[in-house]
């Protein structure tokens, strides 16, 4: 007979993904055993095998997860600006700001997303590669529908990614208490590329 489930199993693993992320973004994550990762989350190893066969599962799940969210917040904000008419340009400032306010609360797991996928399996690794590109590819969208004059398909694939290049590692220099916040820097990002695309 199958063994059920205690009514708090997620909530378990969702903070082992959350200990996991903070672990394998101080030490690395080949440097983390299933040890360190137990010791982090206060139990033994035997109880975090309840939850997880492997270290490579904690990460894949957490990765699952966090590009998941992407995808939701993508459509939430093209969702949002539809019911409210906003304009493409008012979307895509949106889809920044949203992004932004994302990366501030989860500052491990997108380190592990920049660092880690390449120790997936490559089935696992497939997943989240695929679920970047299109994360990628709606942003693209999103940008040559706010600037149709000003992004071709000639220049789309770099102007999409100076933005990534912009928003992307504000981890390593973007601290939240910090002298400009996540928001301020978010209507930065919206100005630069606001104006230097209108005057392109």
């Not at 000639?154 to 910090?178: R, S």
Request: hydrophobic share 40%; with cysteine; aromatic share 10%.
């Amino acid at each position: 007979m199958a063994r059920t489930r205690a009514p708090d199993h997620e909530t378990q693993r969702d903070q082992i993904l959350e200990l996991a992320a903070a672990k394998f973004a101080q030490t690395s994550y080949p440097s983390t055993s299933m040890s360190d990762l137990a010791a982090a989350s206060g139990t033994s190893k035997a109880r975090l095998y309840h939850y997880y066969e492997s270290k490579e599962a904690i990460l894949f799940d957490l990765l699952d997860r966090y590009t998941k969210r992407l995808m939701l917040i993508i459509a939430e904000v093209e969702g949002a600006s539809q019911r409210r008419g906003h304009d493409e340009r008012e979307c895509f400032a949106a889809l920044i700001r949203a992004f932004l306010a994302e990366y501030e609360t989860s500052h491990s797991r997108h380190v592990a997303l920049l660092n880690d996928v390449k120790y997936l399996v490559d089935a696992q690794r497939e997943i989240i590669l695929n679920r970047q590109r299109d994360v990628v590819a709606a942003f693209t969208r999103q940008l040559a529908r706010a600037y149709p004059g000003q992004v071709t398909s000639e220049n789309q694939t770099a102007l999409t990614m100076m933005v990534f290049g912009m928003i992307n590692w504000t981890f390593t220099w973007l601290k939240p208490g910090g002298r400009m916040g996540y928001r301020d820097f978010a209507e930065q990002v919206i100005a630069m590329v606001d104006h230097g695309l209108k005057g392109a």
